[in-house]
């Protein structure tokens, strides 16, 4: 498959601090978990298309309830990634995640533990399924930069 920068997620904040600030200020804007899961899936409609012919076993995220795929390309210093999932809200964690994580160093990647995911309250506001599933998204993405170092 021949690479196209546009289907990997970049994004607008400079660091993964920026990004989980912005997020933060983002998900606070709302009053209730209701209008912020529909805050949420709405970020995962304006994720990059995902490759139908990346929705493998390879790229697969395990530990996920519902379908989840990652795949990674290395562009000089930083790591891009992109993602899909089968269902509405997880396409919206997916999109949290990328916004997070995408277009980074490694050792920035590796310097953002998940902890972010409950100081923003959405491990709290998720089921466990969920929760786990999100989890192993940045387990993924971790894995994947510490793979590349």
């Known amino acids: 498959m021949n690479f196209d920068m546009t289907m990997y997620f970049t994004p607008d904040e400079a660091t993964p601090d920026e990004a989980i600030a912005a997020i933060g200020e983002e998900l606070a804007l709302f009053d209730d978990w209701m209008d912020r899961y529909e805050f949420i899936i709405e970020l995962g409609r304006k ?38 999932s089968d ?14 994580y995408s277009g980074r160093t490694k050792a920035e990647i590796l310097g953002t533990p998940a902890k972010f995911l409950h100081d923003l309250g959405l491990i709290g506001a998720l089921s466990t399924n969920r929760g786990n599933g999100v989890a192993a998204m ?11 170092l």
């Open 47 to 84: 994720l990059p298309p995902y490759p139908a012919a990346l929705q493998d076993e390879a790229h697969r995220v395990q530990g996920c309830q519902s379908q989840v795929w990652l795949a990674a390309h290395e562009e000089g210093e930083k790591l891009f990634f992109t993602g899909a």
């Open 138 to 148: 940045v387990e993924r993405i971790q894995s994947i930069a510490s793979t590349a």
């Open 87 to 100: 269902a509405a809200i997880v396409s919206g964690l997916v999109a949290l995640v990328l916004r997070v």
